[in-house]
């Protein structure tokens, strides 16, 4: 009896905790987090049901058994029961697969809007950078050659090209809220990985490769972007920040970044 008991309080313990949702994910800013909430929250409650009812039947075999003297009988199995349970099992969950795999799609699949905001992210041990087109709306040549952290370079930008003159470089990536953003992920060195909790996203940037990640932030605020794939003894360290503004202050930021970048020339 006491087992039992142990089982169904052990069971209720861990129901209470996930239905509390004290220590839980940060809230999602933008409608693919939510997305990713919904459905995360759907599986835990197909799980989490599952293993509650079968924490209380185990509970009650063993109260239901408890003062059996005579030996177990033998037993085969059921197999109408155990197709039944597997049938039951595959059609939840591969459901649930399917209708999350939208969420995956949209992501990857669907083109970004033409309209969309392009960032040049660039992840290197153990630090970030951002690159923005300037006035022209372009982005300026960039050669291997011409990288040069101390000198503020790290996307090696070609000082000659006309284009590369005006480019805005940063170490924090800023945003206008609800403004569909496009990141280009380049990897200077190793495997990296952008990640931001509140958005829901992981991307590797693997170097050699250009790979996009579109998204939108709707709420603004400022949250952590932080590099989650091991790339070295300073990956600890390999963190910075997504700063979501009001549009009319990413203009006027956008403005000021042009300005000094034309004051610096």
């Known amino acids: 009896m006491l087992l039992a008991i142990l089982v169904w309080t052990l069971a209720i313990a861990v129901t209470v905790l996930f239905g509390i949702q004290k220590w839980w994910f940060p809230e999602g800013i933008n409608a693919h987090a939510r997305a990713f909430d919904h459905y995360f929250l759907l599986t835990l409650a197909l799980t989490g049901s599952v293993f509650f009812l079968a924490q209380v039947f185990l509970g009650w ?3 239901k058994n408890r003062n059996r003297r005579e030996p177990v009988p033998y037993t085969e199995g059921n197999n109408k029961l155990e197709i039944l349970w597997t049938a039951a099992a595959v059609i939840l969950f591969v459901g649930v697969a399917a209708g999350s795999s939208t969420i995956w799609s949209r992501l990857h699949i669907d083109e970004p809007s033409a309209k969309a905001l392009r960032i040049e992210a660039l992840g290197k041990q153990f630090a970030w950078n951002f690159r923005y087109a300037g006035a022209d709306g372009k982005f300026g040549r960039t050669d291997l050659k011409f990288v040069n952290d101390a000198n503020a370079n790290p996307f090696g930008l070609d000082e000659k090209d006309p284009a590369a003159k005006d480019d805005i470089v940063t170490a924090a990536v800023r945003v206008p809220a609800g403004a569909p ?36 932030a709707d ?44 004051g610096n020339q």
């Open 61 to 63: 075999l063993i109260v």
């Open 181 to 216: 953003i496009v990141l280009q992920l380049k990897a200077r060195d190793v495997i990296h990985n952008f990640f931001v909790r509140e958005l829901r996203l992981k991307q590797d940037l693997v170097p050699g490769l250009d790979i996009p990640l579109a998204f939108t």
């Open 219 to 262: 709420k603004p605020g400022t949250y952590e972007v932080a590099c989650s794939e091991l790339c070295g003894l300073g990956h600890h360290q390999m963190r910075t920040t997504l700063i979501v503004m009001d549009p009319q202050e990413f203009d006027s930021w956008m403005k000021a970044q042009a300005a000094q970048v034309g």
